[in-house]
């Protein structure tokens, strides 16, 4: 691979890295970079440049796997964290993250292949922002204002599994994953920040499994030839995400999630006016 090709890996990792956990859609962004400037599908295929758009998240993933260690060694039992409580039923723990992801798991991988086919393009993802945008504010604006779930140890399964449902609306690519399961978490008594917590937690096994359904799917279609390609958007994503992950669980408790939902609509006219006029 040339180094013009490497570089635009490295740009899509810096973008993929620094939006990954604002709800603005990281997935939005790339193909909006990608399809307007970058062109890899040109040189990748369609089909490859699909699957590295899932595939560079991972290196996000791995950055929240880093900075939450001691909650994620909490999950499977290996790390108690003050002041829990010794039953499993107490506390915030693995099932949950399991009943949470469990909608969107099941749906997606019935739908990947239109995903795939017909909803990676800038036209999709300008609508996506908007709806996306809408449900933000709907969610700042019936918030309570002292939510009843100020922690992750108190998510029942019930609400693990209704924001799990709205986590669905996330597989439109341009809609965000952060942004849906924010908003749903709020909506059903979660503070931002604990919303947030348990957004970026449950995108650990997720998206695992996105990239995993994703190569399978079109392991006939992908080359050795561009594995460094892969690496350096991985690399770069884990990189940039490591520094804005800790900035925006500071963020999001201060600002909610309205100035986000105002970007995402500027955006969105921005784009408009540049593709459709």
Known sequence: MDIIELLKALILGFVEGMTEFAPVSSTGHMIIVDDMWLKT???????????FKI????GSILAVIVVMWKRMLNLVGLYKIEGQSNSV???FNLAHVIVGMLPATII??????FIDDHLFKVEHVIYALVAGAILMIIADKFATKKPSVDSLDKIS????FKVGLVQCLSLWPGFSRSGATISGGVLFGMSHRVAADFTFIMAVPIMAGASLVSVLKNWDTLSMD?????VVGFISSFIFALLSIKFFLALISKVKLMPFAIYRLVLAAVLAV???M
């Open 226 to 230: 561009y594995i460094g390609f892969y």
């Open 41 to 51: 599908e040109e040189f990748l295929g369609m089909y490859p440049a699909n699957t």
């Open 157 to 160: 399964y019930g609400l693990a």
């Open 274 to 276: 540049i593709i459709f």
């Open 55 to 58: 595939v560079v998240q991972l």
């Open 108 to 113: 997606g991988f019935a739908a990947k292949d």
């Open 89 to 91: 039923k107490g506390h």
